[in-house]
């Protein structure tokens, strides 16, 4: 119940919040023209290049009347394109 927001007095204007967040992530992560992603952790040494002019995304959309949806729920994820060819690294599961 927690991680849909309905233990929250408002759950609507608590996901239109969360959401504003979203997008915040979304714009800052667009400023850093990031060319990669290095993830380590345990057994975990791992680099993503990105494609060029790749664009951050949350799962938010418009349809074409102009009605805001959220395309995944519940969402707390921001998201871009990798670029397969310049992966490397250790990866352990």
Do not use: Y
Request: proline content about 4%; some cysteine; aromatic content about 8%.
């Amino acid at each position: 119940i927690q991680f849909l927001m309905l233990d929250q007095l408002d759950p609507a204007a608590a996901w239109r919040a969360h959401l504003r967040a979203l997008k915040a992530r979304r714009r800052e992560l667009e400023q850093l023209k990031l060319k990669e992603l290095h993830f380590t952790g345990e057994g975990l040494d791992l680099r993503v290049g990105l494609i060029p002019n790749h664009l951050w995304c949350d799962t938010t959309g418009t349809t074409r009347k102009g009605r805001v949806f959220v395309a995944n729920m519940p969402s707390f994820e921001v998201f871009t394109t990798p670029d397969w060819r310049t992966v490397s690294g250790t990866l352990r599961v």
